[in-house]
């Protein structure tokens, strides 16, 4: 897209578009450089109006809260897309149905599961994502996941048509779904059961410390560097990698974390190049030790 192209957004879009903006501080690994065009959608009329005359002229990559992705440090030819607190709300549509944006945090759903006594939601207080990331992941932990609870998606299409798909449409795989790659999510229903408030805070809280025991928090980090190979062993990812890569190696200040050897952190100013060159490292190691071959859990986008 050319800047002048710009011209034919509307003066309150183009408040709203930003050139060459940087990456780095808008998701978990803190690495990548900058995008062409971010554009910060307020509501529903902003964003079909900017999809329809951004007419799919240049990549598009929707951005949720960056905790599943590693950005590369080049200029990213396109258009992150992120949506703005209207996406965000959260509200009640009978004592067991919710509808949440899909800019609400994951955190947020499941504190307002248990304001309203709705059970099924507890596994996201786990998982620092947004909605809409967790449903294209089909994000979860503990035996729960998003496909669990998850009624019916609304969302808009790069061409700007809005659609509803009810879940049942769509099938979901581990971290996955069959969802088309060109669709920005928009909010979501979910359904759970009424159960004790006592209950569902006891619940959340033992998860919470389930995970904090297990993985390591404040570090810079994409949470599962690979899937479990599900298709190929029973063995947890975490456990090959143990058994096949030595540890303490680095590449840059790209390291293996010491609490999850599948938590992969950048320790200070760790470069795409660096990280890559790790998950490789891990990836080449596992293949010849085990004949395994491991498979990205986390998004590269380039
Ligand atoms: C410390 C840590 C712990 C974690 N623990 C877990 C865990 O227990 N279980 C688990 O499953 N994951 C875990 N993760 C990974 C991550 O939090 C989840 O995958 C999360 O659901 C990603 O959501 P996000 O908003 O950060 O998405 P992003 O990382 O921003 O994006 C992920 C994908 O979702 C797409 N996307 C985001 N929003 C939308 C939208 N509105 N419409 C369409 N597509 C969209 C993006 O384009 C991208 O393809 C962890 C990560 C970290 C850093």
């Known amino acids: 897209m050319k800047t002048k192209d710009i011209e034919n957004f509307s003066e309150n879009l183009k408040s709203k578009i930003n050139f060459n903006y940087d990456l780095k501080k808008n998701n978990w690994f803190n690495i990548g450089g900058k995008t062409k065009l971010y554009f910060k959608a307020e509501n529903l009329k902003e964003l079909s109006e900017f999809l329809k005359i951004y007419n799919n002229r240049a990549k598009i990559f929707i951005l949720g809260a960056g905790s599943n992705i590693l950005l590369t440090d080049k200029l990213f030819e396109g258009v992150i897309i992120k949506l703005g607190k209207n996406f965000s709300k959260i509200s009640l549509l009978n004592n067991e149905t919710l509808i949440a944006g899909s800019g609400a945090m994951d955190r947020q759903l499941s504190e307002f599961a248990l304001t309203n006594s709705i059970s099924g939601f507890e596994f996201l207080s786990c998982i620092p994502g947004t909605i809409g990331g967790g449903i294209r992941m089909n994000s979860g932990c503990f035996n729960s996941e998003f496909k669990d609870i998850l009624i019916s998606v609304q969302a808009i299409d790069y061409n700007g048509n809005i659609l509803t798909i009810p879940s049942k449409q769509i099938k979901f795989e581990y971290r996955d779904c069959s969802l088309p790659k060109d669709l920005i999510f928009l909010s979501a229903s979910f359904k759970g059961k009424n159960k004790q408030k006592i209950i569902i805070e006891n619940e959340m809280n033992d998860l919470k410390n389930k995970k904090n025991l297990a993985q390591p928090t404040k570090i810079k980090t994409g949470g599962s560097t690979f899937k479990n190979p599900i298709h190929q062993t029973s063995k947890k990812v975490w456990e090959i990698i143990k058994e096949s890569v030595p540890l303490d190696i680095k590449f840059g200040d790209a390291a293996i974390s010491e609490k999850h050897c599948n938590f992969f952190v950048n320790k200070k100013n760790a ?30 986008v380039e």
């Open 271 to 300: 470069k795409f190049e660096d990280m890559k060159k790790l998950i490789n490292f891990v990836k080449d190691k596992v293949k010849s030790k085990t004949g395994l071959k491991l498979e990205l859990e986390i998004i590269l």
